[in-house]
C-alpha cells in the first residue's frame, strides 16, 4: 500500500509538470508551480517517500525570475533545467518498482539516497547564487521576494552539505535533526511565496478602477461617410475585404511597431492600389492612417505594461511601440484608454481595460 501511494504521489507531480509546460497558466505560474511543488515536498517526507522534488526548487526560481522579466523560456531550456528531477525520479520509481516485484530489498536504495543527499546541496546552492547574482540592481517586489526564496535554499544547501560530510565522514553525529530544520526553511519559503501572491491580490484590487472597456471613439455612421465623399468608391465588399486583410496584417506581423511605416508602404504590401487604400481608411474605416496605426499601438502597449509591470520607462515603452515622441504616445492612450499610461501602469497587470483581440 505505500508503495501505491507513493507511486501516485509521484504521478501526481509528473502530470502537473507536464500539464504546465502544454498549457498555459497564469502570470505567477512558476511562482505557483514551485509552491506546490515545496508543499509536495514537506507530503513526501512525512510518508517517507524519496521523490527528489528538491531538485525543483532551484530551477523554478530561476525560470520565474525570467518570466517575470518577460524573457523568453523556451520549453526545451524549461526541460533541461529540470532533467536532474526527471533522471532522479526515473532511478527511484525503477528500484521501487524492482523492490515491489521481491527481486530486491529495500537496501538498494542507499545509492540513491547517497546520491541525491550529494545533489540536493549542489543545485541549491548552485541556482541559490545563479538567480542572486541575476537580481542585482534595483529590484521590484517579485525581485525581493525571489531573493530571500534564493538565500533560503542556499541556507538550506548547505546545512544539508554539512549533514552529507558529517555522514561521509563518520563524525559525531549533530545533536539536532537537519531534516526539520531543512522544512522549517523550506516552510518560510512557503510562507513567503503565499505572503507575495496575496499581496499582489490585494494591491491590484485596491488599485482596480471601475471596469473599462476598450472602446473606439464615435465615429460619423459610415453611410454619412459614404454621402458626403465625392469620389470614386470600391464596392463595400471590397473594402470589407481590404479591411479584414489590413486587420489580420497587422495583428500577425506587428508592422505598426514600425515608427517609420507609411500608408505607402502597408498599401504595397497589401497589393492595394493607395487611392483604394486611403478610401477604405478614411472612409470605410473612418480614420485617417496614424489614427489608426496608434490603435493597435497603444493595444500593444497595455499588452506590455500588463506583462512586465515596472519594466519599461515611459520613453521605452513609447519606442518599443512605434511612436517616435512620448508626447503623442501620452495623447493618444488617453484617447483610446481615458488614463494617462502613468495612470495605467500603476494598475499593473490589472488594470480594467479590455484590449481587443
Not at 530571500?148 to 546545512?159: K, M, T, V
Not at 471596469?211 to 463595400?236: A, C, F, N
Request: charged share 15%.
Amino acid at each position: 500500500m505505500i508503495f501505491y501511494l507513493r507511486s501516485f504521489a509521484f504521478l501526481l507531480l509528473l502530470i502537473i509538470l507536464v500539464s504546465f509546460f502544454f498549457k498555459k497558466f497564469s502570470r505567477y505560474r512558476y511562482l505557483f508551480l514551485f509552491l506546490i511543488t515545496a508543499l509536495s515536498h514537506g507530503l513526501a517526507v512525512m510518508v517517507n517517500a524519496g521523490i527528489p522534488l528538491v531538485l525543483l526548487f532551484g530551477p523554478l526560481i530561476l525560470l520565474a525570475l525570467r518570466d517575470y522579466r518577460r524573457k523568453p523560456v523556451q520549453r526545451r531550456k524549461a526541460l533541461l533545467h529540470c532533467l536532474p528531477f526527471l533522471l532522479f525520479s526515473l532511478w527511484y520509481f525503477v528500484l521501487y518498482w524492482l523492490i515491489f516485484r521481491g527481486l530486491y530489498s529495500e537496501e538498494i536504495l542507499e545509492g540513491y539516497y547517497i546520491a541525491y543527499f550529494l545533489a540536493m546541496p549542489v543545485s541549491l546552492i548552485s541556482y541559490g547564487i545563479m538567480c542572486l547574482m541575476r537580481s542585482a540592481g534595483k529590484q521590484s517586489t517579485f525581485e525581493a521576494m525571489a531573493d530571500q526564496l534564493c538565500f533560503l535554499e542556499i541556507i538550506a544547501g548547505l546545512l544539508i552539505l554539512c549533514f552529507f560530510v558529517n555522514f561521509a565522514t563518520g563524525l559525531p553525529h549533530f545533536s539536532f535533526n537537519i531534516q526539520w530544520i531543512v522544512l522549517a526553511l523550506q516552510g518560510t519559503s512557503v510562507m513567503l511565496v503565499i505572503r507575495f501572491l496575496v499581496y499582489s491580490y490585494r494591491r491590484t484590487q485596491q488599485r482596480k478602477p471601475e471596469k473599462k472597456k476598450w472602446e473606439e471613439p464615435q465615429l460619423v455612421p459610415l453611410d454619412e461617410r459614404i454621402r458626403s465623399y465625392k469620389g470614386t468608391m470600391p464596392s463595400l465588399d471590397m473594402l470589407a475585404s481590404y479591411e479584414e486583410k489590413l486587420r489580420v496584417y497587422f495583428i500577425t506581423s506587428k508592422a505598426f511597431l514600425n515608427p517609420g511605416l507609411t500608408a505607402g508602404m502597408v498599401a504595397d504590401e497589401l497589393g492595394i492600389s493607395k487611392y483604394h487604400f486611403s478610401v477604405l481608411l478614411n472612409v470605410y474605416v473612418g480614420r485617417n492612417f496614424y489614427n489608426f496605426l496608434a490603435y493597435y499601438r497603444i493595444a500593444y502597449a497595455i499588452e506590455l505594461i500588463e506583462k512586465s509591470e515596472s519594466s519599461f520607462s515611459m520613453e521605452a515603452l513609447a519606442s518599443e511601440c512605434g511612436f517616435n515622441s512620448k508626447t503623442s504616445f501620452n495623447r493618444y492612450f488617453r484617447e483610446f484608454t481615458g488614463l494617462t499610461p502613468s495612470e495605467f501602469k500603476g494598475y499593473l497587470g490589472n488594470s480594467g481595460v479590455e484590449v481587443p483581440a
